[in-house]
């Protein structure tokens, strides 16, 4: 027991006082004026006890006290009352406290020792109201509807958005519909029973802008079930810079020119006729014939595609350069096979290479099959994938400073466009390519935390900037406090809760270019989803269960009888005292 003395009634300690010493002078003055009647001396003994047991009658002390066995249950949305009334019949005097994201429960956490928390669990932004005390978490099942997610936020026009995800116990026959903003079916698939079910839909948006997509649940009959929004921000692509270099013309840089041309991007491409004889064909940028790899040359291009002769005979003052290039300035180079690149040594190749004997792969998620090299990338070589196919990655790219250089096994990629797979080349140079070009410098990179946001929770974000004054503003042109992190100086984060739905935007005022956009979801959106990862996320954090309750300080009411006891006696004295006096 700690030796400490509170009241209940703290707030009127002072005024309370002022009365009881105004209350105990009136009756001290009393007496005094009537002292020769005797008593005096007993009666302003027993006022002032009288007084002093009024003054903390009212005030109501409390002791401290300390307790090391008080635990709580907490109640979060979608509990299960079996498991709520099966804690209570075990845990005698346990206190049960409902869960409100909006509302604080700090005092009723400060007087647990420890709490199990029932049902979906504690929003993560107020994780940090329980570090300090042993929390046991018992989840609820886990939800009907889509209970994971994963799709393109954030594309550039002509690429796909692609989307896969599961579905917990859907209706049998029912289908997943990708609706475009308008309503418009983009993909669609039937669920076949109704078990856990993966799905992946994908569609390719004509314009560019931000876009709320949808994805809609429909019964075998076309009824709605569920729909949820699909915000994307569909960007348009900046045109790279492109030299192509050829020793001569072949069919796979012939539709690949094209390819590349028909997307707007510029393109010098230069072909060997004869030693230090050359073809230029032009597209989408000025007539200007390349003889030399000048640093200066090279800084214009954002993207090099060479074949392997060409590159790998280049003298070794020149492959510096480009190394310089690619280190430095983020100077993008792709690698076009043949045997001759599968046959350099270790030392001379950016890549390692073992033979396979296989001719041809499939892609993931499709029937087409693809002719390849009968040669596999060495896994144990530090490269990152780029392509993928069944059981065998078909294009990666190793980083070198602030750049990369690619390659494929890919043999005569052009088939696909002869044989009807048009979409299927595209889609596969323009991850290559994009991944691999130069990277736009920008002044503020931003990047959110919160996946869902929702109305009136926090939104988390970042951004890294190397600008030494700024002000971060919303699109009402409010400003936002923003934190500067101690050990990087050009990485801030901030908080915001947005008010209300659809695109938002943050920006850094005077600089429009500088813009995030991010999308505010309601409350009803996602809700499968939504709970799925709050689970996950309170399974994650409380995954230690209750170690040992920790000691708390309670304020225990001190027993008012004895001083009820007194002020009765007291108030007795006082009016029986001058009556004996008299009786004298």
């Known amino acids: 027991m700690i030796e400490g003395f509170s009241y209940v009634h703290k707030d ?63 109640l979060t949305e979608g509990f299960n009352e079996k498991q709520r009334d099966s804690l209570l019949s075990l845990k005698k005097g346990v206190k049960v406290l409902t869960y409100n994201p909006k509302k604080s429960i700090r005092r009723e956490l400060d007087s647990l020792t420890s709490v199990y928390v029932l049902g979906e669990g504690i929003k993560p932004f107020d994780f940090s109201r329980f570090k300090d005390i042993s929390v046991e978490y018992i989840p ?59 799905f992946s839909l994908a569609g390719s948006p004509k314009t ?117 290039n690619i280190r430095e300035n ?18 001379s190749s950016y890549f390692r290479f073992k033979r396979d004997g296989i001719k041809d792969v499939q892609l993931l998620n499709s029937t087409i099959a693809l002719e390849k090299y009968p040669y596999e990338f060495d896994e144990e070589f530090l490269v990152k994938s780029l392509i993928v196919g069944e059981g065998k990655t078909i294009a990666v790219y190793k980083q070198m400073g602030l750049g990369k250089v690619a390659t494929t096994t890919l043999l005569s990629s052009y088939q696909m466009l002869l ?23 920008v002044q503020v990179e931003w990047k959110a935390y919160t996946e869902i946001p929702k109305v009136d929770e926090p939104f988390h974000f970042s951004l890294y900037t190397n600008l030494q004054e700024f002000t971060v503003i919303n699109e009402d042109s409010i400003r936002i406090p923003i934190l500067q992190k101690p050990m990087v100086s050009t990485h801030y984060k901030g908080t915001i809760y ?36 709050n689970i996950t996320s309170n399974q994650k954090r409380f995954k230690n269960g209750i170690n040992k309750n920790r000691t708390v300080i309670h304020n225990r009411p001190v027993s008012p009888i004895l001083f009820y006891v007194l002020f009765l006696l007291g108030v007795g004295w006082l009016w029986l005292s001058p009556k004996l006096s008299t009786e004298r």
Do not use: C, M
């Not at 002093?52 to 307790?67: H, N």
């Not at 983009?186 to 029973?193: F, G, H, T």
């Not at 044989?419 to 390519?433: A, E, M």
């Not at 695109?503 to 009803?524: M, N």
């Open 12 to 74: 009127f300690l002072i005024p309370v006082l002022i009365g009881g010493l105004v209350l105990f002078g009136s009756y001290f003055y009393k007496e005094w004026v009537t002292r020769k009647q005797g008593n005096f001396l007993i009666n302003i003994i027993v006022a002032f006890l009288t007084i002093a047991s009024l003054i903390i009658l009212v005030l109501k002390p409390t002791q401290e006290v300390e307790i090391n066995d008080q635990q709580g249950i907490l």
């Open 140 to 198: 609820a099942k886990k939800p009907l509807g889509i209970t994971q997610l994963k799709y393109t936020k954030q594309i550039s026009l002509g690429e796909k958005i692609e989307i896969v995800g599961s579905y917990n116990h859907p209706v049998k026959g029912s289908f997943l519909v990708f609706e475009d903003s308008r309503g418009n079916g983009l993909d669609s698939v039937q669920v076949i029973d109704n078990d856990n079910t993966d």
């Open 208 to 324: 560019s802008g931000e876009y709320v997509y949808q994805l809609a649940v429909k019964d075998s009959t076309g009824v709605l079930i569920d729909i949820n929004p699909l915000p994307v921000e569909i960007k348009k692509k900046q045109p790279l810079r492109v030299l192509i270099l050829n020793n001569f013309p072949t069919f796979e840089t012939k539709y690949l020119k094209n390819f590349l041309a028909e997307e707007g991007h510029e393109e010098i491409v230069r072909s060997q006729l004869t030693k230090g004889k050359f073809k230029f064909e032009y597209f989408n940028t000025s007539s200007t014939p390349v003889y030399q790899f000048t640093d200066e040359i090279l800084k214009r291009f954002d993207l090099v595609i060479t074949d392997a002769d060409t590159y790998f005979s280049f003298g070794s003052a020149t492959k510096n350069r480009f190394e310089k």
């Open 330 to 347: 983020g100077l993008g180079v792709f690698i076009q096979p043949s045997d001759f690149l599968f046959n350099l040594s270790t030392r």
């Open 419 to 441: 044989n009807g797979s048009d979409q299927v080349y595209k889609s596969i140079w323009t991850k290559i390519l994009d991944e691999i070009a130069k990277t736009q410098s």
């Open 498 to 533: 947005p008010k209300k739905t659809g695109w938002q935007h943050l920006s850094i005022e005077g600089d429009s270019t500088a813009q995030f956009s991010f999308f505010v979801y309601d409350s009803i959106d996602w809700k499968a989803l939504s709970t799925t990862q």
